[in-house]
């Protein structure tokens, strides 16, 4: 059985109806567990007292946001290469999902940053190239609003998702790039000396689970309707016709 099957229309919504009730269910229990304990049952930092807490939020929305520009750019790649329409519109679904989790991770940043560093904003390496993603983000959406032609913004946002991993890999490897800035390095570390203490670790980790699957979830979904969006107007160009 190939994978490429679920490029069927069809079949993708027959198997994604099936997956998001569950995967919603899990995400739920994910977020609601690993945020109240992240934000009731863990103390609070010997350096930064509770401001740390927004770790919670921050670091997993961060994560979600950068991986989903690689989602997109796999689907993107398939796009173009494969001409499946389903990947074009799940790259499509993803950007929406992809552009607030952006937006949080900014915003809570700037909440963390600012009795950390003083400041609400610096252009630290890492926060600069962020913010650029952001700005691809709203481009490659906005690109997708002012064509007509379906498969033509799917072409042309494939090509701007090609260009803007350049800034999601800047995003999530800028601390290793330049030694230099504020932004701290990795919070999550296979060298044990790098990561945070077990007692936020855990939470997090959980927290970060959660936001995961809203991202397939909100992705899966975005993808259905934009499917059914597709057959609608086809339907409708069809009774004109």
Same mark, same amino acid.
């Given at each position: 059985?190939?994978?490429?099957?679920?490029?069927?229309?069809?079949?993708?919504?027959?198997?994604? #109806?099936?997956? /998001?009730?569950?995967?919603?269910?899990?995400?739920?229990?994910? +977020? @609601? %567990?690993?945020?109240? !304990?992240?934000?009731?049952?863990?103390?609070?930092?010997?350096?930064? #007292?509770?401001? /740390?807490?927004?770790?919670?939020?921050?670091?997993?929305?961060? +994560? @979600? %946001?950068?991986?989903? !520009?690689?989602?997109?750019?796999?689907?993107?790649?398939?796009?173009?290469?494969?001409?499946?329409?389903?990947?074009?519109?799940?790259?499509?679904?993803?950007?929406?999902?992809?552009?607030?989790?952006?937006?949080?991770?900014?915003?809570?940043?700037?909440?963390?940053?600012?009795?950390?560093?003083?400041?609400?904003?610096?252009?630290?390496?890492?926060?600069?190239s962020f913010l650029i993603l952001f700005l691809f983000y709203l481009g490659y959406i906005a690109l997708?609003?002012?064509?007509?032609?379906?498969?033509?913004?799917?072409?042309?946002?494939?090509?701007?998702?090609?260009?803007?991993?350049?800034?999601?890999?800047?995003?999530?490897?800028?601390?290793?790039?330049?030694?230099?800035?504020?932004?701290?390095?990795a919070t999550l570390s296979l060298d044990k000396e790098e990561n945070i203490s077990d007692v936020f670790y855990f939470p997090l980790l959980l927290a970060i689970a959660g936001f995961v699957l809203l991202?397939?979830?909100?992705?899966?979904?975005?993808?259905?309707?934009?499917?059914?969006?597709?057959?609608?107007?086809?339907?409708?160009?069809?009774?004109?016709?």
């Amino acid at each position: 059985m190939s994978v490429w099957q679920y490029a069927n229309p069809v079949k993708f919504l027959h198997l994604s #109806g099936k997956i /998001v009730p569950t995967l919603a269910v899990i995400s739920t229990v994910c +977020l @609601v %567990a690993g945020l109240f !304990w992240g934000f009731f049952l863990t103390p609070d930092d010997y350096k930064q #007292g509770s401001t /740390v807490k927004i770790i919670y939020i921050h670091v997993p929305s961060a +994560l @979600v %946001a950068i991986n989903a !520009w690689f989602m997109m750019l796999v689907a993107s790649l398939i796009w173009l290469i494969r001409r499946h329409h389903v990947s074009a519109l799940a790259s499509k679904a993803a950007a929406h999902v992809g552009v607030v989790m952006t937006m949080i991770a900014l915003v809570t940043g700037a909440f963390w940053g600012q009795p950390m560093w003083g400041t609400w904003w610096a252009w630290d390496p890492r926060l600069t190239s962020f913010l650029i993603l952001f700005l691809f983000y709203l481009g490659y959406i906005a690109l997708w609003a002012a064509l007509d032609n379906p498969d033509t913004a799917a072409d042309l946002t494939s090509v701007l998702c090609i260009v803007g991993t350049v800034f999601a890999v800047l995003s999530r490897y800028a601390v290793n790039f330049w030694n230099q800035g504020l932004h701290q390095g990795a919070t999550l570390s296979l060298d044990k000396e790098e990561n945070i203490s077990d007692v936020f670790y855990f939470p997090l980790l959980l927290a970060i689970a959660g936001f995961v699957l809203l991202f397939i979830v909100l992705t899966l979904v975005g993808t259905r309707a934009e499917i059914r969006q597709r057959r609608a107007a086809a339907l409708l160009a069809r009774t004109k016709g």
